[in-house]
C-alpha cells in the first residue's frame, strides 16, 4: 500500500513568513495528489488537487508543485488566518491514505 | 450551494451498530463520487471509504473493511455508512465529502460531520 509521509510534523511561522511543506509518496503518483487545510474544530478544507491547482476561492499565496513521489505545499506571505493543520492526499492510487499533517502555528 | 449534512451519530457499546447518512443537496447527487473521511480525536484524518456516482466502484480502507458498509440512494440524495462490530477506536467524528466528478476521488466539498463514540 501506498504511504505518505509529510514534513516538518509541525512549524511555527509569522504572519508575512513563507512556508514551505512537504509530503512524500512511497511510490509514483503522478500529480494525483491533493492539498487540505483543517482548522481547529472545524472540518477540513480543500485547497489545491492535480499537485498545483488551486480549488475554486483559495488564495493565490498557495501554491503546491511536484511529480511523481515529492510534493510541496508553498504559503508564499503567511496570513493570520493561514493557522491551520495540513494535509496530503493521493487521490486516484488505492488506499486514498492522508498524510499525517502539518500543523503550523504561530511563532 | 453545495450542502452536505450528516446525521446518525452518537454513542454504541462495543460490538454494536451504527447507520450514518449524508444528506446532499445543491448538486446533482448522481454526478459525482462520496467519500467518509474520520478523525479520532486529537489525531489526524483517517479515509474510510469511496463510492462512485454510480455505485460501481467501492473503496474502503483495510480497518473497516468486512465491517463498514458504504452506499448511495441516488433517488432521495444520501449516502450511508452502515457501521458493525464497532470498536473503542472507530471513535471519531465521522465527515462526509463530496468528489469533484463521478469518478474522481479528489474530495472537493466536506460536510461538518457527525460525532461516533463507541464506549461501555
Known amino acids: 500500500d501506498i504511504q505518505m509521509t509529510q514534513s516538518p510534523s509541525s512549524l511555527s511561522a509569522s504572519v508575512g513568513d513563507r512556508v514551505t511543506i512537504t509530503c512524500r509518496a512511497s511510490q509514483d503518483i503522478d500529480i494525483w495528489l491533493a492539498w487540505y487545510q483543517q482548522k481547529p474544530e472545524k472540518a477540513p478544507k480543500s485547497l489545491i488537487y492535480?499537485?498545483?491547482t488551486l480549488q475554486s476561492g483559495v488564495p493565490s499565496r498557495f501554491s503546491g508543485s511536484g511529480s511523481g513521489t515529492d510534493f510541496t505545499l508553498t504559503i508564499s506571505s503567511l496570513q493570520p488566518e493561514d493557522f491551520a493543520t495540513y494535509y496530503c492526499q493521493p487521490y486516484n492510487t488505492y488506499p486514498f491514505t492522508f498524510g499525517p499533517g502539518t500543523k503550523v502555528d504561530v511563532k | 450551494e453545495v450542502q452536505l449534512v450528516e446525521s446518525g451519530g452518537g454513542l454504541v457499546k462495543p460490538g454494536g451498530s451504527l447507520r450514518l447518512s449524508c444528506a446532499a443537496s445543491?448538486?446533482?447527487?448522481?454526478?459525482?463520487?462520496m467519500t467518509w473521511v474520520r478523525q479520532a480525536p486529537g489525531k489526524g484524518l483517517e479515509w474510510v471509504s469511496s463510492?462512485?456516482?454510480?455505485?460501481?466502484?467501492?473503496y474502503s480502507a483495510d480497518s473497516v473493511k468486512g465491517r463498514f458498509s458504504i452506499s448511495r440512494d441516488n433517488a432521495k440524495n444520501l449516502l450511508h455508512l452502515q457501521m458493525n462490530s464497532l470498536r473503542a477506536e472507530d471513535t471519531a467524528v465521522y465527515y462526509c465529502a463530496r468528489g469533484w466528478s463521478s469518478i474522481s476521488w479528489y474530495i472537493e466539498y466536506w460536510g461538518q460531520g457527525t460525532p461516533v463514540t463507541v464506549s461501555s
Open positions: 445543491g448538486f446533482t447527487f448522481s454526478s459525482y463520487s
Open positions: 463510492i462512485r456516482g454510480d455505485s460501481s466502484y467501492i
Open positions: 492535480g499537485a498545483s
